[in-house]
């Protein structure tokens, strides 16, 4: 992953932003295409790569764990890893992941109430 500069004219000004538009912190926080499919499938519970994986097939694995750290680091998910081997590493929400989870439910509700109105869209 490039490094950024963080003294950089573009950053501070996206820091100036974030401060002010409280939907620019969110999406700072949970955009991207994975990372709010990634929040909905550990709001049932913690999980294992193996388990994400299956449960995202679509995601690449380069993609999956550059998205898994970031959530770690922005402290939405927690990752517990156990001294075994073979590692046995296990995700689940934090609690600000947690405080997430309504509105993870209400972006999922409104794409089913949306869906349904399609003329084209069959349940999976």
């Given amino acids: ?6 003294s950089s004219t573009i950053q501070e000004n996206k820091k100036n932003i974030l401060d002010q538009c409280p939907v620019m912190y969110v999406m700072e926080k949970i955009g991207g295409f994975w990372k709010p499919i990634i929040l ?3 709001s049932t519970g913690g999980k294992r790569y ?4 299956r449960a995202i097939p679509e995601v690449t694995e380069k993609m999956l764990i550059q998205h898994l750290k970031q959530l770690e680091a922005d402290g939405l998910i927690i990752r517990t890893a156990k001294p ?4 046995h590493v296990t995700y689940e929400l934090s609690e600000a992941g947690n405080k997430l989870a309504p509105v993870i439910d209400a972006m999922a509700d ?3 109430q949306d869906m349904k109105g399609q003329h084209n869209w069959k349940p999976v």
Avoid at 1 to 6: D, G, L, P, Q
């Fill in 1 to 6: 992953m490039t490094a950024i500069k963080e």
């Fill in 40 to 42: 909905f499938q550990l």
């Fill in 50 to 53: 193996s388990e994400l994986k």
């Fill in 84 to 87: 075994v081997v073979p590692p």
């Fill in 110 to 112: 409104w794409a089913f």
